[in-house]
Structures are given as structure tokens and as C-alpha cells.
């Protein structure tokens, strides 16, 4: 028994047949895996290898840096900053805890979760497409938002560059912000290669010269996993060219200056809004602009909350308004330049024409009142414009009539946007008779060519347009574009579009109308119908305005805006003003200036004093007092 | 196996005999496709290891785990190779009853994904008894024929193979583990293929299967398993739910090439969109990495190796060296292609693992105990002749 397991067993049934089924069979599962993977591998390895990368790669785009802005003289008045966003990807954050994601994170941002889900369902684009729900995070709350992506799937930080202005107010209506691109927007911009959750400019020269500014965004591929997150860039597939600076017409100390003289003159008299408008009235190049009140662009840049939106939209003084180009005005008297040029070009009067003024004019039965109600007797041009005769401008109305009055609004630029390099520019109202019947169904009546003779009635200009007409009779007849911008440089420092003034249209007038209009000018300073204006080292020539609008008060009074604008020749301390050498035209307007005196005549003034460092002091701070200097004027 | 027949002691057999008589009957190509098989396992294991992440030598990466698994293996084999495996016959009953035991101890202590149990925590270790399993069936089946010699076309000897395997399967399918249940059949119909089974008898059994497959669909299956056999079915329907692995597997395959994208460049893998990289989806890891040339290494190793056990089932002088040698060539054949097939979309998704290649501890020292007992049939065959 021990042994009998030694004992071969000599017939053991071994079944040859299916042991070479078997081999066979398993040469044949083998030769069809290797066919199918010589099918997979070698017929279609480079269509796999294809789908493989596609489908873990992504094109992503680079932003470009956007380009600087400088003033005239190379003073930098925007950077770019880094600073923390928060960001959303909708397809990462589960529905159900969309309400509880809001709740914590805007417990973290300072946010209403309202706010959050509103700004996310709000917000163009795929559900792919990450959205910005907080622009500038403190890094620590960055951090803790980073570090709790448990509790908030579809939350990502990241860093992103964006504008700040450390000028702020000063520059806030020039420089203008960016923001985030709204959904319209996007659906219009999306194929020249604008993100979801870009920025895009919104006011001021960052709307206007956002193409230049924008640069071109490059693209990387990067590689990612199957949940969609970044691996790593495998490549840049275009470098992102960065945006091209701005070097801005502004001379900030100029800036500072008007800003400066604005300021005071609106305390002074308790105004709410005014504008000072710097030029040289040679190029059209804008040397300050200032609209008051102002906001700070930075609340914009850091991405402003709705309460601060609201704030500023419901100011009753319109702060995101530049009111030097998007708002209109009636001229009054500095509107006499359009009739008294008018008069003379076409011959109506001579500069030595003398017309009889009074205290009144009579039309029909109605009498059309003098601002002095004495008059000024047998006037001529120099006469009636230096002392802002109306009566006198009544008559040079009435003979050009309401179409020859419009023709020299025209040529002087009044009734359509001057076209300077800012968004929402009006075009102010040039009423001819035409206009008339088109707006209102009726022909101009004489009366009403008065109105329009002393820059009243429906004309309204804004205040851009009345300084470059005066920086036209101030040159000698050349209407130019107002330019903000004076080069585009390109990111290596050359010179893309070099500065070039603008010329609208040469005025057809002759060069001896003009200088009668510049003496003219020059009477209203010395007549001292400007008071001590004549009495400064500064020789100006220029007109003042007041200009009723609104509503009577209970005393039967008009509100009114005062408006000053004037220039100096090339040698400010020599007055000739038979040249055309001005480099320096500038205008001062008061919104509802209920004063004795005109204060943008006053704001002209304190502009001059800081601007050619007068130390004397011309201000008369008496006619900044409340009162109704209409008795006066 | 009617008769529980102790076999004389014969401990110092192979002390007993020269060790060059061991050495001439010792299988040195079958140990040198086994390393060799196992060193690409390793290499594999390494690779995803650094895909995942891991700092390849600290402990507890799949790296590591693999180094251990396989220096326990390999005592394993050498263990078995020096058992006499004869004694496996007189401790068949045993074997199949502590086969039932740990599948017990398996369902009602196992953890696994989903709410199945598969696996068993010795220590830091999990183990997968379902693996053990089938080298332990193939050796019950392997007594239960042998014995039966001469008798092996009856229906007799089918219906008795068939009711030791029942209780097991049924276990293995309560767990439930589809793979491994599919992997039993596999071996019974091997195991009673190559003993001279009936083949009108198989046949009918397998008609009967067939048969039982709409009565399964609807009773046994869950529903991942059904979602698995539609998505293969048909793949593109929804490459983003089932069909996302079979998708995802061919491409990755496909990415290779004929050469490769080289060890550790998967990014198919590094990117996480091939799930289970690491174990049922290996093969799609080595065929990117690897290339088509690197798969067909693989492909002649497997091949090699199963000649090598066909061979030594061959040569065998008693029935159960026969039998077992079939039943681990048909475990191997079996898996082999599921597996892979699998990765290359000719197969439906199924818990298979790949012999020596898919990372798994359980699979590695089943594979060495069978091969083990393999070489321990090939040096106790011709000690008769001396």
C-alpha cells in the first residue's frame, strides 16, 4: 500500500485531442487580442492619441496687460495691481448647496448671499465659465477661501491684474474705469476674443481707446484632469501681447489747478456743480478738464457694491456725469461771439456800426428787456460786447435772422459733438427754422432769433463746444477736434499713432472779423464789465455769460448758470490780441450760481492766479455772496 | 473523493532525492515567464504610483504594497514547490469546507465598495479570499476528478463537479462579485473539458446556461453589472456615465502607439480619466506606456507560461497534477482574455484582474500557490524511474 502510489499507472487517460483543443484555443484568444490591439494601436493609435490630448486639453486665454496711462509730461495716472478675486464655477457647485455655498462665502466677503446667487444667474456664459463674485479680497480672506474648498465646491481664488488710479476724483472723469463686461456686451464682443468674466472699459479714455489699451490676449494649452482641474500649461500656443499706453493731452499740475480754482469758487458761492476746461486753442489739445462734482474711478476698478452704485447714481448732482461733454446748458452771453461774428461776416454791421441801446426793445407789444435797463446809448461792436449789451445783439440778431445765426453757430461748432475722445458726448440744440418745424411745428418768430442772439431760448451747448469756439476765434478761424490723447505708444516704447491736430473745418470768415471779435473780447476785460479782471498782470480777452434756465421763483426770478471764457496771447503779459498766438483758452462754468457777481468769472480768476503764480489777490470774495446780481451785471 | 485516502508520509522526499535529479525535473522556464511576468507587475506598479502622486518609497503606496506582496509570494511559491502536493488530495474535504469558511467570514466582515464585501483587514492588509478561492476549487476539483478516473464521461462526474462548486459560487455571488464567479465557471468547464468530460454532456450544460442568462439578467445581475454589459454593448451611447471606462481604456490604449509614450508619461492616466488604473484597468496603463510592442512581451510571457503548465499537466503521471495544471491554465486563458479584453472593448466591464499585472495581493499568492503546486507535480513525476 505504502508503494503502490510508486507504481506508474500505465493507461491513463491523458485525452491528446483536447489538449491541443486547448492549446489552439488559447492561441486563438491571443490572436485576437493582438489583432485588436494592432487595430487599436497601430491602424488608429494617432486618431486615439488625437482624441486623448483633446480631451484633457484646453485652450486657455492669456490675458495681455493692459496698457498705462500718462499725462503730457510722463506722469504715470493708472497702474495695474494684482489683487485677490473670488470666482465661481457654476458646473462645479452642486445645486442643492448652491443656497449654503452663497450663505458661507458671504459670511467670508462681507456679501449678502442674495447678492452672490444673483451676481452668478446674472452672469453670461457657460456653466463652464468661472464668475467673479469679489474683486479685490483681502489676502487673508482669500487664503481661508482657498483653504475651505470642502465647504465651498465651485469656489476658486485666483489673481488677477487690476486699474488702479491713484489720482482718483482728479482724474475720475478723464481716465473714466473698467469693469466687468455685461452680458450684452459679451454676446457682441465674444469673437474678438472677450471672456466671460472680463474687464472691459467703461468710461472716460478706457472706454474710447479700449481697442489700443486691450492688447491681445495669447492662448496656453493646458492640461487638465478628469474633473476639470488644472494639471499644468503644457504650452503656450500665442504669446499675449500687452495693451499700448496712453500718454493723455492732460498736464496733471494743470489739472490740479483748474480742479484747485473750481473747488474753491463752488465753496465760495455754494454751488453744486461746475466745470473748469483747460486748451490750446493751436492743436485742440485739452490741458485740463474738470467736472464737479467727481467720484473715485478706484471704487469701480475694485469692483463697486450696489450700495455704493446706488449712491453715487442717486446723487441729484450726477456725479458719473461729465458735464463738460455729456450734459447741455444755455450759453447766455458768451454766445454773443456767434451774432456779433455773424454780423460782421455778413456784412450786417461794421466795426465801427454804431446801434442805439436802451433799456428795452420793442417787438409787436412785446418788450424784450436790457440786462441794463438804462441802456448804453449809441453802441458799436466793441461797446455792446464788452459791456454784454443785449438790445445790441437783439438788432445783429434780427438783421442775420434765425438761419444765418445757426450757420455761425455751425461754423463755430455749436450743434453737433465736437468729437473728443470721450463716450457719450451730446451735441447741444442750434434752433433754425427748420429745426423749429421739425421739433415744434412752428416757424422761428423774430422774438425768438432774439433769444437765440444772446445764447438764449433753445440754444444749449455743451461746455466743450463753447471753448472750442473761443479756441477758434482765438487761433484765427481753425475748428479742431478737442483731443485727450495725445500719443499711443506700443508696448515696445515706439510711437504708434503720433500726436495730430484734428481740424474739424477753417472757419469761412476773414482773419479781420475774427480780430475785431478778439478786441471785442478784449473790451469786455477792459471796460471792466469783468470788474478787476483788467487790473491782473495776465492780459485776457474773453466774455462772460449768465444764462437763465429752469423755473421762476416767487419773485418772478430766473435761476441761472454763470459762465466765463477767455484766453491769453503766447505772451500773457502783453495784451495783443491782434494775433492768433493764443496758447491757453479756458472756461469756468457755475451751475445754478445764484451770486452777486459772476463766479466763473471768479473761478477764471483764481484759475489764472495759480496757473501763472500770481501772488496778489484779485478774488472778489463779496461777489460770491448770495444775492441776484442781475441789477448789477 | 468518496474514499478519504491518506497518502504515506514522505516528508523527506525531496531531501531524500540528489538536488540535481529536483533540479532536471524543476520547470526553470516556468519560474523565468512567472519573474519575469511579476517584474512587469512591479514596474506597473511603479509607474502608477508615480501618476498618482505618491512618493514612490514611503510606505503604504502601490508601489511598496506591491514589493511586499511579491517577496511573500515568491516564499509562498517556494513553500508550495516544496510541499508535497499529493497531500492535497487527502485534504480535499478540508480545503473545501475552509474554502467555505473564509467566504463566510468574507459576507459577513467584508468591506468593499457600495455596500458589497469583498474584502477582509488581516492587520494593515485587506485580502481577498474570493482569489484564494479559486486555486482552492481548482484543488478540490482537481481530487474530486482524479478520483473518478475511468468514469469522467458519466453525467455523474459532470452533476458532482458542478454541486461542489455550487456553494462557493453561490457565496461568491452574494458578495457579489460577478468577476470571480465568472472566473469559477471559467475553471469547471476547463477542469471538466480537459479530464474527457462528456462533450455532449458540456454542451447540453452550456446550452442550459445560455438559457439560465434571461433568469439571471433579471434575478442576479445588479444593476451596475447590467449597465456594464449594455455600455459594452454599446459603448458610445453614453461615453460620459458606464461607458466612460471602456471609452476612456481604448483611447488610453489606443494613445500608445505602436512604441509607447514611455513609463510614468501616461497622461492619460495621470489626468485621472481611467479609472481604476492600478488594478482592472493595468493593461490599458501598459499598453500606453508600453506601446503595442510592450503588450506583445506580455502577450508571449502568458502564452509561454500556460504551454509551460500545459505541459507539465501533460506530463504528469496521476490525475490530479493533470487536472490541476488544466484548471490553472484555464484560470489563466480565462483571465487573461477578460481582462484585457475588457481594456480593449472586446469584453464587457467586469472585476477581473490581470494574472501578476493588476495590483492586488490576494490574486499574487493564489497565482503563486498554483504555480508552486505546479512545479511541486513537475519534480515529483519521474521518481518512479530511478
Known amino acids: ?633 | 473523493m468518496r474514499v478519504m485516502r491518506a497518502e504515506p508520509s514522505r516528508f523527506t522526499d525531496v531531501t531524500a532525492r540528489s538536488v540535481g535529479a529536483v533540479w532536471r525535473a524543476y520547470d526553470l522556464q516556468l519560474t523565468t515567464y512567472v519573474a519575469l511576468l511579476g517584474a512587469i507587475g512591479l514596474v506597473m506598479a511603479y509607474t502608477n504610483s508615480v501618476e498618482a502622486g505618491e512618493s514612490v518609497l514611503t510606505s503604504g503606496t502601490t508601489f511598496t504594497r506591491a514589493l511586499m506582496w511579491s517577496g511573500l509570494s515568491m516564499v509562498v511559491f517556494i513553500v508550495a514547490t516544496v510541499f508535497d502536493y499529493r497531500w492535497l488530495k487527502t485534504l480535499s474535504w478540508p480545503i473545501w469546507f475552509v474554502n467555505i469558511g473564509l467566504l463566510l467570514v468574507t459576507l459577513a466582515i467584508g468591506d468593499g465598495v457600495g455596500g458589497s464585501s469583498r474584502w477582509v483587514s488581516i492587520g494593515p492588509l485587506t485580502f481577498q479570499f474570493s482569489e484564494l478561492a479559486k486555486i482552492l476549487m481548482i484543488t478540490v476539483l482537481a481530487a474530486y476528478l482524479g478520483n473518478r478516473e475511468g468514469k469522467l464521461d458519466s453525467l455523474g462526474s459532470i452533476l458532482g463537479a458542478c454541486v461542489l462548486m455550487g456553494p462557493p459560487w453561490i457565496l461568491v455571488m452574494m458578495q457579489p462579485d460577478l468577476g470571480t464567479s465568472l472566473v469559477l465557471v471559467a475553471i469547471l468547464a476547463g477542469m471538466l473539458f480537459m479530464s474527457g468530460a462528456s462533450l455532449r454532456w458540456l454542451v447540453a450544460m452550456g446550452l442550459g446556461a445560455l438559457a439560465a442568462i434571461p433568469v439571471a439578467w433579471t434575478y442576479i445581475l445588479r444593476d451596475y453589472q447590467k449597465d456594464r454589459i449594455l455600455s459594452f454593448l454599446n459603448p458610445a451611447a453614453d461615453t460620459q456615465g458606464s461607458g466612460w471606462q471602456v471609452y476612456q481604456a481604448q483611447i488610453t490604449v489606443g494613445s500608445g502607439g505602436f512604441l509607447g509614450t514611455g513609463l510614468t508619461n501616461g497622461a492619460q492616466a495621470r489626468g485621472g480619466f481611467l479609472p481604476v488604473q492600478e488594478s482592472d484597468m493595468v493593461f490599458a496603463v501598459l499598453a500606453q506606456e508600453l506601446g503595442f510592442l510592450g503588450a506583445l512581451v506580455v502577450f508571449l510571457l502568458f502564452a509561454a507560461l500556460i504551454w509551460r503548465i500545459l505541459s507539465a499537466a501533460w506530463h504528469s503521471k496521476d490525475p490530479f497534477g493533470t487536472l490541476f495544471g488544466a484548471g490553472l491554465a484555464s484560470m489563466l486563458v480565462f483571465q487573461v482574455f477578460v481582462n484585457i479584453g475588457m481594456v480593449i472593448g472586446i469584453m464587457p466591464v467586469t472585476g477581473i484582474p490581470l494574472p501578476f499585472i493588476s495590483n492586488g495581493g490576494a490574486s499574487l499568492v493564489t497565482l503563486a500557490v498554483g504555480l508552486g503546486i505546479i512545479q511541486s507535480v513537475n519534480i515529483r513525476q519521474h521518481r518512479a524511474e530511478w
Open chain 1, 1 to 633: 500500500m505504502n508503494d503502490a502510489y510508486l507504481v506508474p499507472k500505465p493507461d491513463r487517460d491523458r485525452r491528446p485531442l483536447r489538449f491541443v483543443a486547448f492549446g489552439i484555443a488559447t492561441i486563438l484568444v491571443f490572436g485576437l487580442l493582438t489583432t485588436r490591439l494592432a487595430y487599436l494601436q497601430i491602424s488608429n493609435g494617432q486618431a486615439f492619441a488625437a482624441r486623448a490630448e483633446s480631451q484633457r486639453t484646453v485652450e486657455v486665454a492669456i490675458p495681455a496687460p493692459r496698457g498705462l496711462i500718462y499725462d503730457r509730461k510722463g506722469r504715470l495716472l493708472v497702474s495695474n495691481v494684482a489683487s485677490w478675486s473670488v470666482k465661481i464655477k457654476p458646473s462645479d457647485l452642486p445645486f442643492s448647496r448652491r443656497d449654503d455655498v452663497a450663505q458661507r462665502l458671504g459670511g467670508l466677503l462681507g456679501m449678502d448671499a442674495s447678492d452672490i446667487l444673483s451676481i452668478i444667474d446674472s452672469t453670461p456664459g457657460s456653466r463652464f465659465d468661472a464668475v467673479r463674485i469679489a474683486q479685490d479680497v483681502p489676502e487673508n480672506t482669500a487664503r481661508l477661501v482657498s483653504e475651505s474648498t470642502d465647504e465651498l465646491p465651485g469656489v476658486l481664488v485666483a489673481v488677477e491684474t487690476r486699474r488702479e488710479y491713484p489720482d482718483g476724483p482728479l482724474m475720475a472723469h478723464i481716465l473714466g474705469y473698467t469693469g466687468p463686461v455685461d452680458a450684452n456686451a459679451y454676446v457682441r464682443l465674444r469673437d474678438s476674443g472677450y471672456l466671460a468674466d472680463d474687464l472691459i472699459g467703461k468710461a472716460g479714455v478706457e472706454a474710447t481707446f479700449e481697442e489700443a489699451l486691450r492688447g491681445t490676449y495669447g492662448k496656453e494649452l493646458v492640461e487638465r484632469d478628469a474633473t476639470g482641474r488644472d494639471i499644468q500649461v503644457l504650452r503656450t500656443v500665442q504669446d499675449a501681447i500687452p495693451g499700448a499706453s496712453l500718454v493723455l493731452t492732460i498736464d496733471k499740475q494743470i489739472q490740479k489747478e483748474a480742479t484747485q480754482a473750481l473747488k474753491w469758487g463752488m465753496k465760495a458761492a455754494g454751488l453744486k456743480r461746475g466745470v473748469f476746461i483747460v486748451m490750446n486753442p493751436q492743436t485742440g489739445e485739452v490741458l485740463a478738464l474738470v467736472s464737479l462734482p467727481s467720484y473715485d474711478n478706484n471704487l469701480f476698478a475694485k469692483g463697486i457694491t450696489n450700495a455704493q452704485f446706488q449712491k453715487l447714481v442717486n446723487n441729484k448732482n450726477k456725479p458719473l456725469t461729465n458735464h463738460a461733454v455729456q450734459a447741455h446748458y444755455p450759453p447766455g452771453s458768451t454766445f454773443k461771439l456767434v451774432a456779433g461774428t455773424g454780423g460782421l461776416a455778413d456784412g450786417k454791421i461794421t466795426p465801427k456800426t454804431k446801434l442805439r441801446t436802451a433799456g428795452y426793445l420793442t417787438l409787436g407789444s412785446t418788450r424784450f428787456y436790457d440786462w441794463n435797463r438804462k441802456g448804453f446809448g449809441p453802441c458799436d461792436i466793441n461797446c455792446g460786447f464788452g459791456h454784454s449789451s443785449d438790445t445790441f445783439f437783439f438788432q445783429v440778431a434780427g438783421m442775420l435772422g434765425a438761419d444765418r445765426l445757426a450757420y455761425w453757430a455751425r461754423q463755430y461748432g455749436f450743434g453737433s459733438p465736437t468729437g473728443i475722445d470721450l463716450p457719450g458726448e451730446v451735441a447741444g440744440i442750434i434752433p433754425s427754422s427748420q429745426w423749429k418745424i421739425d421739433a415744434l411745428g412752428q416757424p422761428m418768430f423774430q422774438g425768438e432769433t432774439y433769444q437765440a442772439g444772446i445764447g438764449q431760448g433753445y440754444d444749449v451747448v455743451t461746455p466743450i463746444q463753447l471753448i472750442n469756439a473761443y479756441a477758434a476765434l482765438a487761433n484765427g478761424g481753425r475748428l479742431y477736434r478737442p483731443q485727450l490723447v495725445r500719443e499711443i505708444i506700443g508696448p515696445d516704447g515706439t510711437v504708434i499713432r503720433p500726436f495730430k491736430p484734428d481740424l474739424i473745418h477753417k472757419m469761412k470768415v476773414t482773419q479781420a472779423t475774427l480780430r475785431t471779435m478778439r478786441l471785442a473780447g478784449r473790451a469786455t476785460v477792459t471796460l471792466r464789465h469783468t470788474y478787476n479782471l483788467v487790473d491782473m498782470p495776465v492780459k485776457v480777452a474773453g466774455k462772460s455769460g449768465t444764462a437763465e434756465f429752469g423755473v421762476r421763483d416767487s419773485k418772478g426770478r430766473l435761476p441761472y448758470h454763470s459762465w466765463f471764457v477767455g484766453f491769453v496771447p503766447r505772451n500773457p503779459y502783453k495784451a495783443d490780441f491782434t494775433k492768433t498766438d493764443s496758447q491757453l483758452v479756458f472756461l469756468a462754468f457755475a451751475y445754478d450760481s445764484r451770486t452777486k457777481g459772476n463766479a466763473g468769472t471768479e473761478i477764471a480768476k483764481a484759475f489764472l492766479q495759480l496757473h501763472f503764480h500770481i501772488k496778489k489777490d484779485y478774488l472778489n470774495h463779496d461777489l460770491l455772496k448770495k444775492g441776484n446780481f442781475y441789477q448789477s451785471n
